[in-house]
Antibody, heavy 121, light 110 residues
Framework: EVQLVESGGGLVQPGRSLRLSCAASGFTFDDYAMYWVRQAPGKGLEWVSG????????GYADSVKGRFTISRDSAKNSLYLQMNSLRAEDTAFYYC??????????????WGQGTLVTVSS | QSVLTQPPSASGTPGQRVTISCSGSSSNIGSNTVNWYQQLPGTAPKLLIYSNNQRPSGVPDRFSGSKSGTSASLAISGLQSEDEAHYYCAAWDDSLNGWVFGGGTKLTVL
């Protein structure tokens, strides 16, 4: 059974940093692209970033480019999102999602339950 | 402002058929397949339809998808109370080099 478990969310002041993690299990992590998608409270879904199976292809939404960094660790079956220079508008639930193949343009078939990031002073 | 355009709300009575539209452009829906996600209250999104009209295992055949040009639609027949949820369309955008979503449609079963 595919499981994606996010962690690392919390309350952080504007301008500070936070690192999210996503622990994956139930599938061969190395074979699939992985993503971060966020959802501000009461709002719609927004793709944040994606990383291919071998980290060779990485993409970011314009809203986070230059501030967020996605990475993956095959030894730990984990996906990460390093978030720097956080802003109030980054407040959202952050979901980890799995692609159906290794490329970053493959759609997401499984989602984690999300972790809440609140940026406020 | 979402790249893909969906109506903010839709409604129907039990047993009815409802459709939800999703409008895009040549760089997203016009050149790539469309996927639909269902988000029940307080839960994570779930894949409902992929590659325009394919249903993952376990999704009832009451749900169907279609695409024409730069628009797509999700149809739900035999509406049930448990279908009350938010529905999102998504597609890869060749110009943005990333995934784009619709703003979501809240389906109410009256």
């Amino acid at each position: 059974e595919v499981q994606l478990v996010e962690s690392g969310g919390g309350l952080v002041q504007p301008g500070r940093s936070l690192r999210l993690s996503c622990a994956a299990s139930g599938f061969t992590f190395d074979d699939y692209a992985m993503y971060w998608v966020r959802q501000a409270p009461g709002k719609g879904l927004e793709w944040v970033s994606g990383i291919s199976w071998n980290s060779g292809s990485i993409g970011y939404a314009d809203s986070v480019k230059g501030r967020f960094t996605i990475s993956r660790d095959s030894a730990k079956n984990s996906l990460y999102l390093q978030m720097n220079s956080l802003r109030a508008e980054d407040t959202a639930f952050y979901y980890c999602a799995k692609g159906i193949v290794g490329a970053t343009n493959s759609f997401f078939d499984y989602w984690g339950q999300g972790t809440l990031v609140t940026v406020s002073s | 402002q979402s790249v893909l355009t969906q109506p903010p709300s839709a409604s129907g009575t039990p047993g009815q058929r409802v459709t939800i539209s999703c409008s895009g452009s040549s760089s997203n829906i016009g050149s790539n397949t469309v996927n639909w996600y269902q988000q029940l209250p307080g839960t994570a999104p779930k894949l409902l339809i992929y590659s325009n009209n394919q249903r993952p295992s376990g999704v009832p055949d009451r749900f169907s998808g279609s695409k024409s040009g730069t628009s797509a639609s999700l149809a739900i027949s035999g509406l049930q109370s448990e279908d009350e949820a938010h529905y999102y369309c998504a597609a890869w955008d060749d110009s943005l080099n990333g995934w784009v979503f619709g703003g979501g449609t809240k389906l109410t079963v009256l």
